[in-house]
């Protein structure tokens, strides 16, 4: 018995950085559309 090769491998991809540096903004370059919010206002992304 053998495994079906998958069309893709997939994995963990950290972006780390400190707080209001772009870590939104160069996710959202990388893939090519807007996955993250961004905002020039300070916190945006941060969860209450």
């Known amino acids: 018995m ?4 998958q069309p893709f ?3 963990i991809v950290a972006i780390i950085g ?5 870590k939104s ?3 959202n ?3 090519g559309e807007q996955v993250s919010v ?7 992304t ?3």
């Open 2 to 5: 053998s495994a079906t090769p």
């Open 18 to 22: 400190r707080a209001n540096t772009g």
């Open 29 to 31: 370059a990388i893939l």
């Open 38 to 44: 961004v905002s020039p206002v300070a916190q945006t």
């Open 46 to 48: 941060r969860r209450p």
């Open 25 to 27: 903004s160069l996710l």
């Open 9 to 11: 491998r997939a994995g």
